[in-house]
């Protein structure tokens, strides 16, 4: 079991930073692909980002050029530096954790979910 906890939400004004942190439970930390995902209001949890074991990373088209993700395995923590925020990007944001990665399967194929955390940006 992996629990992941994440930290760093709150209000943003359009075009500002805020940078997420989420911190895993698991000793085998390094063995997980670890992604972030998103769910505003009214709609289902999109895919954000996610990077593998050795650092590969993937983006939705949305938030490429804008948001960065990175794990720092010493740490057992996976981060998501986003700037230049709109107000669509106002969701909970949600880390996950997996072994099995797979864009074409339900929830990605990610096996564990942090309680996500509220990201809203203001106009």
């Known amino acids: 079991q992996v629990q992941l906890v994440e930290s760093g939400g709150g209000l943003v004004q359009a075009g500002g930073s805020l940078r997420l942190s989420c911190a895993a439970s698991a000793r085998t930390f390094n063995t997980y692909t670890m992604g972030w995902f998103r769910q505003a209001p009214g709609k289902e949890r999109d895919f954000v980002a996610r990077?593998?074991?050795?650092?590969?990373?993937t983006y939705a088209d949305s938030v490429k050029g804008r948001f960065t993700i990175s794990r720092d395995n010493a740490k057992n923590t996976v981060y998501l530096q986003m700037n230049s925020l709109k107000p669509e990007d106002t969701a909970v944001y949600y880390c996950?954790?997996?072994?099995?990665?797979?864009?074409?399967?339900?929830?990605?194929?990610?096996?564990?979910w942090g309680k996500g955390l509220l990201v809203t940006v203001s106009s």
């Open positions: 996950a954790a997996g072994r099995n990665y797979d864009p074409r399967i339900h929830s990605y194929g990610m096996d564990y």
């Open positions: 990077i593998s074991l050795r650092g590969s990373t």
